[in-house]
């Protein structure tokens, strides 16, 4: 059975790994066994300014004077996702619980995110994680056997019960159906826990890290972990030098902050598991289901992925909209209050559509080529990017101007036109270049002239330029 520990950081061009294929992780890999345990509990080999659950620098040595909190995040059905808070963790172990489904126990110790959640109930193994890390257990409830045993821990006074301690440290959010709805705010656990006299620094012995790969390893773009109901798709960044997780195809973010779920690290242990027959939980179809007892004071092999920073190779996008040469950095005006344009990725077989309308962000759809349904939406604001199946698109904001002019039909076209050509002529040679769309239309009223300029880094005297030209336009066209 699979046990999923992955590693979190925080953290229009296009660029891509170079392709391999994608390791697929479904059933017991062969090899001598690894003895996880051993490993991690190496001595330390981080220097003092290090985390020593990730082996990043800390900014503030300070949030290593209070306990780890250990926090039972939902991951099912798929309508808790995104979850609140998860891109923030230090670890986050991912475990099967009941049905083929998964639950996160996620260790917070050098972040504090506004809240925590969809919180749910503890597992046998959070008596075991909640210890190795000497943690706040942070989580809604339990069966009743479970919750004699975490009474009968040494880690009792520091477990707080969402159901019973409540306010402030927990709150349910109206917007969600219940039991889903249920958050937890880590200031205010850390702040109980110091009134109670339990957020003392736990003697806790770092993690070892290095740069160096091991030998004997394999290139490994993508991993996938298939739980059962849920496929789980590890996608590596070679930009950022992260992996970045999907789930059933679809991005997994965090729900306060937008951000990718992403691990430098991606550990998967074959651990055993056993039902505990003195734990029942429910019946299914008549057969009595039990708590699972996952081992991990045993041994068993691991697969280990990690990655590296490197160079991306970038990849060209092809403009449906306005049919321009392909190229991997692609300007797309949006000259509309509300506006529609798409592009194309060929090497990455998907199509993207942007939807502009006013007041709102860009809304991103993303297909794959032989499909009408969009496998990912997301919206972009600002300068943002956004990751798709191992590619990172760069989007940036640039501004243009608009200009309109209705003439009369008897000023004559061709004057007009030579004006136009004469000044562009003139500032080609006098001022830096700018990028302009000129359109001529007939309508009722006349002939109507839309021109809109790419703001290409203004310099002194442009605003100037541009208002001089809407006046001229204006009195050519007897104030139209």
Same mark, same amino acid.
């Given at each position: 059975?699979?046990?999923?520990?992955?590693?979190?950081?925080?953290?229009?061009?296009?660029?891509?790994?170079?392709?391999? +294929?994608?390791?697929?992780?479904?059933?017991?890999?062969?090899?001598?066994?690894?003895?996880?345990?051993?490993?991690?509990?190496?001595?330390?080999?981080?220097?003092?300014?290090?985390?020593?659950?990730?082996?990043?620098?800390?900014?503030?040595?300070?949030?290593?004077?209070?306990?780890?909190?250990?926090?039972?995040?939902?991951?099912?059905?798929?309508?808790?996702?995104? /979850?609140?808070?998860?891109?923030?963790?230090?670890?986050?172990?991912?475990?099967?619980?009941?049905?083929?489904?998964?639950?996160?126990?996620?260790?917070?110790?050098?972040?504090? #995110?506004?809240? @925590?959640?969809?919180?749910?109930?503890?597992?046998?193994?959070?008596?075991?994680?909640?210890?190795?890390?000497?943690?706040?257990?942070?989580?809604?409830?339990?069966?009743? +056997?479970?919750?004699?045993?975490?009474?009968?821990?040494?880690?009792?006074?520091?477990?707080?019960?969402?159901?019973?301690?409540?306010?402030?440290?927990?709150?349910?959010?109206? =917007?969600?159906?219940?039991?889903?709805?249920?958050?937890?705010?880590?200031?205010?656990?850390?702040?109980?826990?110091?009134?109670?006299?339990?957020?003392?620094? +736990?003697?806790?012995?770092?993690?070892?890290?290095?740069?160096?790969?091991?030998?004997?390893?394999?290139?490994?773009?993508?991993?996938?972990?298939?739980?059962?109901?849920?496929?789980?798709?590890?996608?590596?960044? #070679?930009?950022?030098?992260?992996?970045?997780?999907?789930?059933?195809?679809?991005?997994?973010?965090?729900?306060?902050?937008?951000?990718?779920?992403?691990?430098?690290?991606?550990?998967?242990?074959?651990?055993?598991?056993?039902?505990?027959?003195?734990?029942?939980?429910?019946?299914?179809?008549?057969?009595?289901?039990?708590?699972?007892?996952? /081992?991990?004071?045993?041994?068993?092999?691991?697969?280990?992925?990690?990655?590296?920073?490197?160079?991306? /190779?970038?990849?060209?996008?092809?403009?449906?909209?306005?049919?321009?040469?392909?190229?991997?950095?692609?300007?797309?005006?949006?000259?509309?209050?509300?506006?529609?344009?798409?592009?194309?990725?060929?090497?990455?077989?998907?199509?993207?559509?942007? @939807?502009?309308?006013?007041?709102?962000?860009? /809304?991103?759809?993303?297909?794959?080529?032989?499909?009408?349904?969009?496998?990912?939406?997301?919206?972009?604001?600002?300068?943002?990017?956004?990751?798709?199946?191992?590619?990172?698109?760069?989007?940036?904001?640039?501004?243009?101007?608009?200009?309109?002019?209705?003439?009369?039909?008897?000023?004559?076209? =061709?004057?007009?036109?030579?004006?136009?050509?004469?000044?562009?002529?003139?500032?080609?040679?006098?001022?830096?270049?700018?990028?302009?769309?000129?359109?001529?239309?007939?309508? =009722?009223?006349?002939?109507?002239?839309?021109? =809109?300029?790419?703001?290409?880094?203004?310099?002194?005297?442009? *605003?100037? *330029?541009?208002?001089?030209?809407?006046?001229?336009?204006?009195?050519?066209?007897?104030?139209?």
């Amino acid at each position: 059975m699979l046990l999923v520990l992955s590693a979190l950081l925080l953290l229009l061009t296009a660029c891509l790994a170079n392709e391999r +294929p994608v390791r697929v992780v479904t059933a017991t890999p062969g090899g001598a066994p690894t003895r996880v345990a051993a490993a991690l509990a190496a001595p330390a080999a981080s220097a003092p300014a290090l985390n020593p659950l990730t082996g990043l620098l800390l900014p503030d040595l300070a949030v290593l004077d209070r306990r780890p909190l250990a926090v039972k995040i939902s991951n099912a059905p798929d309508t808790v996702r995104p /979850q609140a808070g998860l891109a923030l963790a230090d670890l986050v172990f991912e475990h099967y619980v009941e049905g083929g489904l998964t639950r996160f126990t996620a260790i917070y110790w050098t972040h504090t #995110p506004s809240r @925590l959640g969809s919180i749910r109930s503890a597992r046998l193994i959070d008596l075991e994680l909640t210890a190795m890390y000497g943690a706040i257990l942070v989580y809604s409830g339990a069966n009743e +056997p479970i919750r004699q045993r975490i009474a009968a821990s040494t880690f009792a006074a520091r477990a707080y019960e969402g159901v019973t301690v409540g306010a402030p440290l927990y709150f349910r959010d109206p =917007a969600i159906e219940a039991p889903h709805n249920l958050f937890a705010v880590p200031a205010q656990v850390w702040a109980r826990a110091a009134a109670d006299g339990v957020n003392d620094a +736990p003697n806790l012995r770092a993690l070892s890290f290095s740069t160096a790969f091991p030998s004997g390893g394999e290139p490994a773009p993508a991993v996938t972990v298939n739980y059962g109901p849920d496929e789980v798709r590890w996608v590596y960044d #070679p930009i950022g030098g992260l992996y970045t997780r999907y789930v059933d195809g679809r991005l997994h973010t965090d729900a306060d902050t937008g951000t990718p779920i992403t691990a430098a690290n991606v550990v998967v242990l074959y651990v055993p598991h056993r039902d505990d027959e003195s734990i029942p939980v429910g019946e299914w179809n008549g057969v009595t289901i039990y708590s699972t007892e996952i /081992q991990l004071w045993e041994s068993g092999p691991a697969l280990i992925v990690r990655g590296h920073k490197a160079d991306g /190779q970038p990849l060209t996008l092809q403009s449906i909209t306005t049919g321009k040469p392909a190229t991997h950095t692609l300007a797309l005006a949006f000259d509309q209050p509300y506006a529609e344009r798409t592009f194309a990725v060929p090497a990455q077989r998907v199509a993207f559509r942007l @939807l502009a309308s006013p007041d709102n962000p860009l /809304q991103v759809e993303v297909y794959h080529s032989d499909s009408d349904t969009p496998f990912l939406r997301t919206t972009v604001t600002g300068t943002s990017t956004i990751e798709v199946e191992g590619a990172r698109y760069d989007f940036t904001p640039a501004r243009y101007l608009l200009l309109t002019a209705v003439h009369e039909p008897v000023l004559p076209l =061709a004057t007009l036109g030579g004006i136009l050509l004469l000044a562009g002529i003139l500032a080609g040679f006098l001022f830096p270049a700018r990028v302009a769309w000129v359109r001529l239309w007939p309508d =009722a009223l006349g002939t109507g002239l839309e021109v =809109a300029v790419e703001h290409l880094g203004w310099i002194a005297g442009d *605003e100037h *330029e541009v208002r001089q030209l809407a006046r001229t336009l204006a009195d050519h066209t007897d104030g139209g």
